[in-house]
């Protein structure tokens, strides 16, 4: 055979075996492994807990470069006096609000400035550190013992969470008519360290709120594409998840599914009020009640106490009442018992089925739009996605 005197094929293509025409492949593992692999696929529990929304950081500005020390000689100019040059300033860390991120699952808990440059020989200054960036999403609130010390609602926003040391001053310095000839100089000063507590609050347009069950993320899943879990469990989301309602003018309005919220969450109970400040942001709500239940008005009666006792006046923004689960026989009893009740406009949709869901989008719309006009003519920009 050609095999045993070490001739080799010119074609990879081994003989046919079995009808079937086989690669040279060295040998059966790497075979396997030539095989594209696909990217593995996450759960959703895992996924959501990427999202994460407060952090505490330790920040410490770069220090800054010591002075230099030293003195010029030259053979004809033996005592050329004092030429070390100063040090350089220690860089900042400064927080900067970024569309793209969003969470702050990427920010570390710690820290550390760029440092200065040491001076150097003949009147050399050192460099400055350059400024450390930190990218945190828009909507986070900078916290320091409690107090709140900057809340980056725009892109772009900076804020300097620690200030770098100044630079010390070299020999030269201290030059007079005094002393010619100074031997000291100064060493550069340390950063400035701070310990911050960074907490997000999601900017989405609209928020969806309700009790556990009654199909928050089942109608966010079914209005957009995020994928927040769905079971018939109470706290099955344990974060807030952001949709994006896109229309065909390229106009997107962020929905955000906030979870947690039961009787008694202002006073810490269940999630407690963890998630209520992502309701804060919201330009308008969506109060989505379960119609099953019996008498749905007390759930929205509720929701809307929760809701003031977390903050006064925010039962009181632009909203809509969203009456879901209207496939069920019992919700056809309940919807106009509700709407009796209420004396106000109720959107009846099957997130499930995905009944009536056109009715919520044009109205969603509206409420966006109104919100753009009165923010464009307060002279204000308008939050966009
Ligand atoms: P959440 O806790 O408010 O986010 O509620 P989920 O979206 O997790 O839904 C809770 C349960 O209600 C799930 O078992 C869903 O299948 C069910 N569900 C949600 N929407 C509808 C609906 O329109 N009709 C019916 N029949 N069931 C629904």
């Not at 990427?50 to 033996?78: A, L, M, N, T, W």
């Not at 460099?127 to 013992?145: F, I, M, Q, R, W």
């Not at 900057?150 to 926003?157: I, S, Y």
């Not at 942001?281 to 119609?291: I, K």
Request: charged share 25%; net charge positive; with cysteine.
């Amino acid at each position: 055979s050609p095999w045993r005197w070490g001739l080799l094929p010119l074609s990879p293509v081994l003989p046919e075996r079995g009808g079937r025409l086989f690669f040279s492949t060295s040998c059966a593992r790497c075979s396997k492994n030539r095989r594209l692999r696909q990217k593995r696929v996450i759960s959703e529990r895992k996924l959501t807990r990427y999202f994460v929304d407060h952090r505490k950081v330790r920040v410490v500005g770069g220090q800054g470069g010591g002075g230099g020390h030293s003195f010029y000689s030259e053979p004809r100019k033996i005592f050329g006096g004092p030429d070390g040059g100063n040090g350089g300033d220690g860089g900042n860390v400064i927080l900067k609000a970024d569309q793209q991120v969003k969470s702050l699952s990427s920010v570390l808990p710690f820290y550390q400035g760029f440092h200065g440059e040491r001076g150097g020989r003949k009147n050399c200054y050192g460099a400055n550190g350059a400024c450390l960036y930190v990218k945190v999403p828009v909507g986070t609130l900078v916290k320091e013992d409690g107090k709140v010390v900057a809340d980056l609602t725009q892109h772009g926003e900076e804020y300097v969470a620690a200030y770098g040391g100044a630079g010390g001053k070299g020999n030269r310095f201290f030059l007079s008519n005094e002393n010619r000839a100074p031997t000291f100089f100064t060493p550069g000063e340390p950063g400035q360290e701070r310990v911050l507590h960074l907490e997000l609050k999601t900017t989405a347009h609209a928020g969806l709120v309700g009790f556990p069950n009654v199909g928050k993320s089942s109608l966010l899943r079914a209005i957009s594409r995020a994928r927040p879990a769905v079971a018939a469990y109470p706290f099955t989301t344990l974060n807030p998840h952001v949709g994006i309602v896109q229309y065909q003018d390229y106009e997107q309005v962020a929905v955000a599914d906030i979870p947690g919220l039961i009787k008694g969450a202002h006073q810490n109970r269940g999630l407690g009020m963890s998630f209520l400040r992502h309701i804060e942001r919201c330009r308008f709500l969506l109060y989505v009640v379960d119609l099953s239940v019996p008498q749905p008005w007390i759930q929205l009666e509720d929701l809307k106490y929760e809701l003031e006792q977390y903050q006064k006046g925010l039962s009181e923004r632009p909203c809509v009442v969203i009456g879901n689960k209207i496939d069920l026989a019992e919700s056809r009893i309940n919807l106009p018992l509700l709407k009796e009740q209420i004396g106000d406009r109720v959107i009846a949709l099957s997130a499930l089925k995905g009944d009536n869901l056109e009715e919520l989008f044009l109205h969603l719309r509206e409420l966006y739009d109104t919100y753009v006009k009165t923010e464009q003519s307060r002279g204000q920009s308008p939050v966009k996605w």
